[in-house]
């Protein structure tokens, strides 16, 4: 049996990450139609691909009996988009991060699970063999309790400058800390299991986006008059089990590195990870001892992975197989509650304290 799936919006990311990959699947995935409102971009995407092109998802939804779609439209558009299809019954699996706010997140995972529908947040960052090894090492207690978390994922000058990423109204009112800091959270929870948030600490800052002479640095153009994103975060967060975890994100920051880099910390009481990449973690290595040595272990990893296609795979056999989605709305809630702290402690300038609501 196949499923019958679309896609909602086909910039950079839908197709690269989600039409691409779902086309090797051809024996579980049946694509019928793209939706965009750039009318020649849809029009393109569905002419290379041979399928149908909408320009209002809606008419796609009711015309089509689809079983699933991905949402890869601006962040700011997630939740209601998300929302519309699951009111019409159809399993969604929306790009990362899933709302602009805890609130967006909530609204989306209480309606899919009221529906009885499937639900998939799309970090295809989870899919790396190098966070997957990580896991190993928590799963098999190789780390033992996990009292300090450390992420850092910040770019030399990057300011996504098109509206998808810096129009209030699109980017969900939100820079570099909702865009990219999801990223370096998501990795982080994944290896603590999603331990709960208690507190937040934390600062956002606006150093790079609203100066006229750094357009050239970044990428894309923009108004500086508008700009009022911020391009860089830090935050302290306390955790269930007396975890600290600290962040630092940026989508610009005076640093040696002229690529975006990734670097994480896990400290246990029998071991350690460190890990590197970009979004995801590339290149990771386990730190403990033996009885009379200390030691040093790296998997074996191939080149070349291909994330994107194991995440679509990965929500289509959950759909299905009617099984749980390997990344889950509940993980985005905790999540959510984090960024939502720190945007709130910064405008506060206090510590924000944290209660993750029932689903
Ligand atoms: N670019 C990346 O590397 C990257 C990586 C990971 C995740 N993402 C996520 O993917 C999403 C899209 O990013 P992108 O880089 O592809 O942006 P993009 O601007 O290239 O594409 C967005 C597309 O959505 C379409 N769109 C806007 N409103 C729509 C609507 N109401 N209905 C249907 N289509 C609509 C736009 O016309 C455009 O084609 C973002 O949430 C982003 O966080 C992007």
Redesign the pocket.
């Known amino acids: 049996m196949r499923i019958r799936y679309g896609i ?10 989600h039409l691409l990959p779902l086309t090797k699947l051809r024996d579980k995935v049946e694509i019928i139609a793209v ?4 009318k020649e ?2 029009e393109e995407v569905a002419y290379q691909f041979k399928i149908k092109c909408y ?3 809606m008419d796609m939804i009711e015309k089509e009996s689809l079983d699933a779609v991905s949402i ?4 700011g ?2 939740s209601k ?1 998300a929302m519309d299809v699951l009111n019409k019954k159809v399993n969604v699996l929306v ?3 899933l709302g602009s706010n805890l609130d967006e997140v909530l609204n989306v995972v209480r309606t899919a699970k009221h529906k009885g529908l499937k639900l998939m947040v ?1 970090y ?1 960052s989870r899919f790396s063999s190098a966070l997957q090894f990580g896991k190993e090492i928590v799963d098999k207690d190789l780390l033992g309790e996990p009292y300090m978390a450390y992420g850092y994922l910040v770019r030399r000058r990057g300011i ?1 400058g ?4 810096i129009d209030k109204r ?1 980017s969900g009112g939100r820079g570099a800390l909702l ?1 990219i800091g999801c990223y370096i959270i998501d990795n982080l929870l994944t290896l603590l299991k999603f331990r709960k948030p208690i507190s937040v600490i934390g600062k956002t800052y606006t150093k790079f986006g609203n100066k006229k002479d750094e357009i050239k640095f970044n990428w894309g153009n923009w108004d500086i008059e508008n700009f009022s994103l911020e391009d860089y975060a830090t935050g302290f967060v306390k955790l269930e089990k007396d975890i600290s975890m600290i962040l630092e994100v940026g989508w610009a920051a005076n640093v040696s590195h002229a690529e975006e880099r990734s670097y994480i910390r896990v400290l246990g009481d029998k071991g350690g990870i460190e890990g590197n990449g970009n ?1 995801a973690i590339l290149d990771i290595s386990f730190h403990g001892r033996t009885d009379n040595f200390l030691v040093d272990m790296k998997p074996v990893i191939k080149k070349k992975e291909d994330m994107s296609y194991e995440m679509v795979k990965s929500f289509v056999e959950s759909v299905l197989e009617n099984k749980e989605p390997p990344i889950t709305g509940y993980e985005s809630v905790i999540l959510h509650s984090i960024i939502d702290g720190i945007y709130k402690s910064s405008e506060e300038d206090r510590e924000i304290r944290i209660v993750i609501p029932e689903i």
């Open positions: 909602i919006g086909v910039g950079g990311h839908g197709r690269n990450r939706a965009d409102i750039n971009r849809c320009t209002d998802y890869v439209t601006p962040t558009l997630h988009i790009d990362k991060p799309g295809w996504p098109i509206p998808t990423f699109l865009d979004e």
